[in-house]
């Protein structure tokens, strides 16, 4: 490894050891650099890596709320502001029991690099809380909502830091979050949450915009590398959330067949095919789980998700698997798995839902890869382009943000191919994202000076 990765990479250790998912997340960006770093000494003595890793701002606060029993709960909320190298904080609130330090600065850590990706002016940043709005009722949701943004709100800004949703924050939190947002200011700030709902500024596209982009990236990636796109192909999709139930809709258009798909409890199984239009009544109508598919598809095959096997769909023979739940969801063991059931490609819907191992086992074997920070930058590109709707007043169709969408993927796609090949990395799509991203930012950095 390169002498000034390798000393970053202890010294981010030595300070973050405790923080795994964020430690993982920045050893994959650096040590796919290491031809960039060689040939670029003056990277080393701007301390490039050391500024790029550290985030320019980490919030923690406390967010007291009242459920409907009258009882008072206490939870954790964050934001870490990570770069406005080249444009305000932008990335997403995740509400999962599962968010701490360590998944917020990882996940901000990558929408750097991600954002930059887009092309357009936007910088790096995630938040989110350990609240589970699963189970919670409508008035519980909007409680918890209010007092979080009544600290948030001191921190954010249309042209400052703009919030977005992740997993467990929809159009329903989004709602509550700028209505109290825009309660406190006393001022109608469009463009200071992205996500919205239409009534009220939010952009056509916008809830579709990461399923899709994933199936521009991919179809883009497949047509570069002898593949006649999905036409014809089995494809299982980890997740039933916004990101896979948008992905399968394209794919399904784009003539695949969606054969699987899943939750945190287990996943279904459909020989003939998944009826996309009963999952979005079970998942967006009804917040019910995927083992409700059953229901009215009998033929269809539930397997339960365990402590030792949580994600068994990656046991499912299929072409294309597109992991779309959670971070490091296909180990080492799930890739083997899907190399032996003869996967040609997988794209990356979640951030960093493969482990390192299993990424340079996927490349060993030949497995196309479509990256996080490529493939699922669609849904921050269109929040993007609500920003600039929401500043013009004036609102785009479907079929416009759609095609901007279709470009700026296919965009990203030939710009992580391009990066790779120069770099004599071809068909390494996940070296070719880091270097094209890191690229821009690092001249961006040099350029401001030391701040």
């Excluded at 497995?367 to 600039?388: C, D, F």
Aim: include cysteine; proline fraction near 3%; glycine fraction near 10%.
């Amino acid at each position: 490894m390169n002498e000034y990765i390798e000393k970053v990479l202890k010294e981010i250790e030595k300070k973050d050891g405790s923080e795994k998912e964020f430690l993982q997340a920045v050893r994959e960006v650096y040590t796919a650099l290491e031809p960039v770093i060689s040939s670029h000494p003056e990277l080393e003595k701007n301390a490039i890596l050391e500024r790029m890793s550290e985030p320019e701002r980490l919030i923690s606060f406390r967010v007291p709320w009242v459920d409907d029993n009258g009882k008072i709960n206490v939870n954790r909320g964050y934001r870490v502001q990570f770069s406005s190298l080249i444009g305000p904080y932008k990335g997403g609130l995740r509400f999962h029991p599962t968010v701490n330090q360590s998944i917020i600065k990882f996940l901000g850590f990558e929408q750097i690099f991600k954002n930059a990706l887009t092309g357009l002016p936007i910088g790096g940043a995630k938040g989110g809380s350990d609240f589970d709005p699963k189970g919670k009722s409508d008035n519980e949701v909007m409680r918890f909502c209010q007092s979080f943004m009544t600290e948030l709100y001191r921190h954010i800004g249309q042209d400052v830091d703009v919030p977005a949703g992740d997993i467990g924050v929809g159009a329903r939190e989004v709602g509550y979050l700028f209505g109290q947002y825009k309660r406190i200011r006393d001022a109608y700030e469009g463009g200071v949450l992205t996500g919205k709902g239409l009534s009220y500024g939010g952009s056509l596209v916008r809830t579709e915009a990461t399923g899709y982009g994933l199936i521009y990236f991919m179809r883009e990636m497949l047509k570069n590398n002898g593949s006649n796109s999905f036409e014809g192909k089995t494809v299982t999709i980890s997740g039933s959330g916004n990101v896979a139930i948008y992905a399968c809709e394209k794919a399904l258009q784009l003539g695949a067949k969606v054969v699987a798909m899943s939750d945190s409890n287990g996943c279904i199984y459909d020989k003939y095919g998944i009826e996309l239009q009963d999952i979005k009544t079970i998942k967006e109508v009804k917040r019910g789980r995927i083992k409700d598919y059953l229901n009215n598809h009998k033929e269809a095959v539930y397997t339960e998700a365990t402590a030792e096997n949580p994600f068994p769909i990656w046991s499912i023979k299929t072409d294309i698997a597109l992991p779309c739940a959670t971070q490091n969801e296909i180990t080492l063991e799930a890739a083997k798995k899907l190399v032996a059931n003869g996967v040609i490609a997988i794209g990356e819907g979640a951030n960093m839902p493969t482990a390192l191992e299993a990424i340079e086992y996927f490349h060993s074997n030949g497995v196309l890869l479509a990256p996080a920070k490529a493939a699922n930058a669609g849904g921050v590109a269109t929040s993007a382009i609500e920003m600039s709707q929401n500043s013009m007043r004036f609102y785009y169709t479907f079929e416009e943000v759609d095609k901007k969408l279709e470009n700026i993927m296919k965009n990203i796609f030939y710009s992580c191919k391009e990066s790779a090949e120069k770099y004599g990395l071809k068909n390494n799509y996940v070296a070719g994202a880091n270097i094209a991203s890191f690229l821009k930012l690092s001249q961006a950095m040099i350029e401001q000076g030391v701040v």
